[in-house]
Structure formats: C-alpha cells, structure tokens
C-alpha cells in the first residue's frame, strides 16, 4: 500500500511540474511597453532618432515605410543616399532616402532599413505640437505588437517565441506592399452586398473607405442613399481628393458587425487608393473598437472588442473637418451641401474665433468637438488669405458623418 502511495505521489509531482512548465511556456512577456495616445483618431507615440528627441510619430499599420518629416531630417544632418518616389493614398511625391538611421522606441532598437524623409507636412496634434514622422512596417515585422486601446499601450512581443493565448477572434491577412489586408464582408444596402480586401490601417481616423476601381465595378454610387461629394486632403501627399459620403447598410470584420456604417467612396485617379490591388481601407474608427494583436509570422490578426466597441459613430452636422498648423484650425474638409459649406466656408479656411472666443484660448479637442455637437448657431471669424471674414453656421438634421483619414 506504500509503494502505491509513493507512485501516486510521484506521479502528482510529475504532472505538477509538467503543467507549470507548460504554463510557462504560455506566460508571455513583452520585449518593451511602449506609451501611445490618441489624438483625432490617430495612434501617436513618442521616437527617438540617431538619439535626438523624442518626437511625435503616428503608428501606422498602413505605413509600408518608415517616414520622418524633411524639416526633421535636414535639422539632424541625416544623409541622404538617393530620391525616390512614394505612393501615398491620394498621390506619389518625391523623397529623399536616408540611410545610418536608427530608430529607437523605448527599449528597442530598429535599424539598417529603409527611411524616407518627405516634405509634404503632416498635421499638428490639437496641443499645437508637430507630428514628424510616420512608422508602420518596421516595427510590425520585426515584433509581435498588441495594440491596447484600453491601456493606450503598445506591447512588443518577441516574433519567434509568441503564441496567442486570448480568447480573441484570428482573422488571416496578407501583407501587400507591406501593408496587412484582410477580408471583410460589406452590405451597401438590402439588395448589394460582397466581400472584399481591404487594408487595415490604424493610419487612417475613418471608418472605412472604398477605393476608385471598387466604387466604380460594383456602381456603387448608384446603391447610394443621402450621398455628398466631399474635398479633402487624404495621407502624406497633402493632394486633395474627391470622396462621396454616404452609409452602408453594414461591415463584417471576422464575426463583428457593426451596422448604418459611415462610410466614404474614393473618386481619386492616383495614389493607393485608387488601386486595383485591394477593395479600400479600413481605418482606427472600426480598428479602436478592438484591442489587436499583429503577428505577420502567422499572418495574423488577433481581434478582441474593447470597451469602445458598442460606442455609437459621432455626427460632424456641421459638415466640416479640421486640422492644426502652427497651433490654428484650419478647415481640412468640407461637404457638399452642409452647414459649413452654405455658411461659405471653404477648404484651407483658417478658424481665428468661435462664438466670440479667441481658438487661442480653447483645446484643440474642444475646437472638434464643437463641430460635432452644436445645436444653435455657430458665431466664426475666418481667416482667407489675409482676411478676416465673419460667418454663421447654422445647426440642421443631418445623417451624414465626416470620416476622413
């Protein structure tokens, strides 16, 4: 009877210790944690370059290289080793490719690829502080990154030892021009419907956008109800491009709907989005609502919805959106038929007051929110050029929502 026991035993302590190696084995710790917030949409963290800063970059999953502003580049005396062209969402420009860069992020250390620096700025943060540079593939491929919008944390995992262990949704993707695409299945309305790839872009501040040979294969224009031609400025290009706004009936992303979607539809001839290559993007406003994990080993995204995933789409019944240069609003979008646009706002319009106060003396996320929340009339100073031009925009029912990138 005690040589059975003592088997037992034995046997209790093998199995113990099996299953604490295996546990382990499953508990993951990340490489480096890395801080970000959320500034009109967009993903921002805080880089150091050759060991100067830190800077604001945005996280761009639909980045395929790694950008710094030229301004930034040309103030550190980074070299330059050629010119080449890049492809943004609404147009190609010219930049200059660097080389000796290193990129640190934290702890960690990227370097020996390819860096671009352009000239075409990228919008200041609403605290009137400079974004200056953009970085997406780079660090996706060398590290497992979790994006916890619950935490406002990035977690680097190192690639040849993770395994996911959460009870989020795996969804398949490619990587096309270094960028991931997924499926997703899109209803335009009750009786149009199709699934499609789509970019997935923590870059972008929209919900989803259709590109030029989508809208056009599918006629999607005509499937439209409410539609307004929207101009805007879309990516690092700073080009101006045509969008048609409008909802869709919904979009499937794996096995999470989300339905009366504000979408746009690209009418642009050039730049990513008008490629044949995949169906459009789909942008932070869907993307926040999970805590993702990206393993391009695997290729792989991990879905988990957070606690912004039943948050309702916000209305812009004003019908404008902003940017900040050099700490001022600047009316970055304007659509067709809107509040703003009967008021004779115009794009590039520089916001000086609104209802009698200096934006001075107001947050750069109050000036948007009032945009999107106003329901008496809105008293605005504009600045065109050099003058100063006095408006009202007055509130009306609109179903329409403004979702550019």
């Known amino acids: 009877m005690g040589t059975i026991v003592k088997k037992w035993i034995c046997w209790l302590i093998f199995l113990t210790i099996g299953m604490s190696s295996s546990m382990a084995q499953y508990k993951q710790e990340p490489e480096e944690v890395i801080p970000f917030f959320i500034d009109n949409g967009h993903i921002i963290i805080r880089v150091l370059i050759n060991d100067s800063g830190p800077f604001n970059y945005l996280f761009d999953s639909g980045a395929g290289a790694t950008?710094?502003?030229?301004?930034?580049?040309?103030?550190?005396?980074?070299?330059?080793?050629?010119?080449?062209?890049?492809?943004?969402?609404?147009?190609?420009?010219?930049?200059?490719?660097?080389?000796?860069?290193i990129v640190r992020i934290g702890k960690v250390q990227l370097e020996g690829m390819e860096v671009l620096a352009s000239k075409t700025g990228l919008e200041d943060l609403a605290n009137g502080e400079p974004i200056l540079g953009v970085i997406g593939y780079h660090l996706l491929n060398n590290y497992v990154v979790r994006v916890d919008y619950n935490s406002m944390k990035l977690?680097?995992?190192?690639?040849?030892?993770?395994?996911?262990?959460?009870?989020?949704?795996?969804?398949?993707?490619?990587?096309?021009?270094?960028?991931?695409?997924?499926?997703?299945?899109?209803?335009?309305?009750?009786?149009?419907?199709?699934?499609?790839?789509?970019?997935?872009?923590?870059?972008?501040?929209?919900?989803?956008?259709f590109s030029s040979p989508t809208v056009d294969h599918y006629d999607l224009l005509k499937s439209l109800d409410e539609a307004?031609?929207?101009?805007?400025?879309?990516?690092?290009?700073?080009?101006?491009?045509?969008?048609?706004?409008?909802?869709?009936?919904?979009?499937?992303?794996?096995?999470?709907?989300?339905?009366?979607?504000?979408?746009?539809?690209?009418?642009?001839?050039?730049?990513?989005?008008?490629?044949?290559?995949?169906?459009?993007?789909?942008?932070?406003?869907?993307?926040?609502?999970?805590?993702?994990?990206?393993?391009?080993?695997?290729?792989?995204?991990?879905?988990?919805?957070?606690?912004?995933?039943?948050?309702?789409?916000?209305?812009?019944?004003?019908?404008?959106?902003?940017?900040?240069?050099?700490?001022?609003?600047?009316?970055?979008?304007?659509?067709?038929?809107?509040?703003?646009?009967?008021?004779?706002?115009?794009?590039?319009?520089?916001?000086?007051?609104?209802?009698?106060?200096?934006?001075?003396?107001?947050?750069g996320d109050e000036i948007r929110e009032i945009f999107h929340k106003y329901s008496e009339k809105l008293k605005l100073v504009i600045q065109r050029g050099r003058k100063l031009k006095y408006t009202e925009i007055h509130p009306e029912n609109s179903s329409l929502k403004a979702h550019q990138r």
Do not use: C
């Open 67 to 101: 950008l710094i502003a030229k301004s930034l580049s040309d103030s550190l005396n980074l070299t330059v080793s050629r010119q080449k062209v890049n492809t943004g969402a609404a147009g190609a420009h010219k930049v200059d490719v660097l080389k000796n860069i």
């Open 155 to 209: 977690m680097l995992y190192d690639k040849s030892k993770y395994t996911y262990t959460g009870s989020g949704e795996s969804i398949p993707i490619t990587l096309v021009y270094n960028i991931p695409v997924a499926s997703a299945k899109v209803g335009i309305n009750d009786n149009k419907m199709f699934v499609g790839s789509f970019l997935i872009d923590t870059g972008s501040s929209s919900t989803i956008i």
């Open 228 to 363: 307004k031609e929207v101009r805007t400025q879309l990516g690092t290009s700073n080009r101006k491009t045509k969008l048609v706004q409008s909802k869709i009936s919904f979009l499937s992303l794996g096995s999470s709907a989300f339905h009366s979607v504000p979408s746009s539809f690209s009418r642009s001839d050039v730049g990513v989005l008008s490629l044949y290559d995949f169906d459009g993007i789909i942008g932070n406003k869907i993307l926040g609502r999970f805590n993702i994990t990206f393993d391009y080993q695997k290729s792989r995204l991990y879905l988990e919805s957070n606690e912004y995933y039943h948050t309702p789409f916000p209305d812009n019944v004003a019908g404008l959106t902003i940017r900040f240069a050099n700490n001022k609003p600047i009316i970055r979008s304007l659509t067709e038929g809107s509040p703003a646009s009967k008021a004779g706002l115009r794009q590039g319009d520089a916001i000086v007051s609104i209802n009698g106060k200096l934006v001075e003396e107001m947050r």
